[in-house]
């Protein structure tokens, strides 16, 4: 059916309910489906030549404009916090509060260093920031097929933006729901938009204030992708779902958080760079859409 669904890097806890859900989709075609998906470490690739590829808050975090000791200070937040936000053997609610305070943190030392929003193409151009490999086929099928792309993320809007602008697939199909950045008259940033996006509070109660929650509601066959727990309650708006095909890559701490992925995730896709597998899965889907004969009504 999918022949990207044989790459070694493919985990499935029950292959026989990935097939029906994909078949599902395939049968509602394109104008059923939206796709959900978180940004950083999501359609952005993790490593490159054995480095750590940056979040769109370690862009800012580390460009030339941040003072040194602005950027050690975001440096040992990030020490931290990041080993608690990937820590399979804590909660989630022994995490929130924790992640409450590194990302309110991060923003108040960001907010106090004097970015311009004149700066943030350029901060982005200098950057190591990659989207994975494949991203050109992900972004342009969705756009062909008029198939909504809806981006919640935890991370910096204002960046996350300009990294898909550069690489030329920012369509009009896409929707961006993140946090914002806040810049005064003289355009120096001054703090940021509310509500605050964290990793877990993705869901409904950021959503149902947005122009976006309408739109959410009516396609009802979701693709939705994710590289943490977090992102699972990313669909949680859409009121009459029929159909979720959830995919989580699995970058760090692998062996450890296997069996927790596993169970959450229909596909896990561990240790792989590529989009190669959600383009398969979604060259199937939406196969049938193109090769549908036009009528004349
Ligand atoms: N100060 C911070 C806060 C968070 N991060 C990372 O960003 C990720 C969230 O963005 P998504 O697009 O994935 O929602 C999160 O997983 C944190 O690791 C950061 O780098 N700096
Ligand atoms: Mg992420």
Not at 47 to 71: A, L, Y
Not at 165 to 176: C, D, M, S, T
Not at 209 to 230: A, P, V
Request: glycine letters at 6%.
């Amino acid at each position: 059916m999918v022949p990207e669904l044989q790459k070694i890097t493919v985990r499935m806890k029950n292959p026989e309910h990935v097939k029906n859900i994909v078949s599902a989709l395939r049968k509602g075609g394109a104008a059923r489906l939206q796709v959900i998906s978180d940004f950083d470490m999501t359609l952005t690739r993790f490593g490159f030549n054995g480095k750590r590829c940056p979040t769109s808050h370690n862009i800012i975090d580390n460009c030339r404009v941040i003072s040194e000791e602005g950027r050690k200070k975001l440096k040992d937040l990030l020490h931290h916090y990041y080993p608690i936000e990937i820590d399979p053997y804590r909660t989630m609610e022994d995490k929130l509060p924790l992640m409450i305070e590194w990302w309110t943190k991060a923003h108040n030392l960001l907010s106090q260093e004097k970015i311009l929003k004149n700066d943030i193409a350029q901060i982005v151009k200098e950057s190591d920031v990659k989207l994975r490999d494949g991203f050109n086929i992900f972004f342009d099928q969705l756009h062909e097929n008029k198939v909504p792309l809806f981006i919640f993320s935890a991370g910096v809007g204002d960046v996350l933006e300009e990294i898909i602008h550069q690489a030329g697939v920012f369509h009009p199909n896409i929707n961006v729901v993140s946090n914002y950045m806040d810049f005064d008259d003289n355009g120096i940033l001054q703090g940021f938009k509310e509500p605050l996006i964290h990793i877990y509070n993705k869901n409904n109660t950021v959503l149902k204030n947005t122009e976006y929650f309408q739109q959410l509601c009516t396609r009802t066959n979701i693709l939705l992708l994710g590289d943490s727990m977090g992102d699972l309650s990313m669909a949680d708006g859409v009121a009459d779902m029929e159909n979720i095909l959830r995919i989580g890559f699995l970058n760090d701490r692998v062996e450890e958080r296997r069996e927790k992925y596993i169970e959450a995730y229909d596909i896990v896709l561990e240790k792989d760079e590529t989009l190669d597998v959600v383009n398969g899965i979604l060259h199937f889907i939406l196969a049938q859409t193109l090769y549908t004969p036009l009528t004349l009504d």
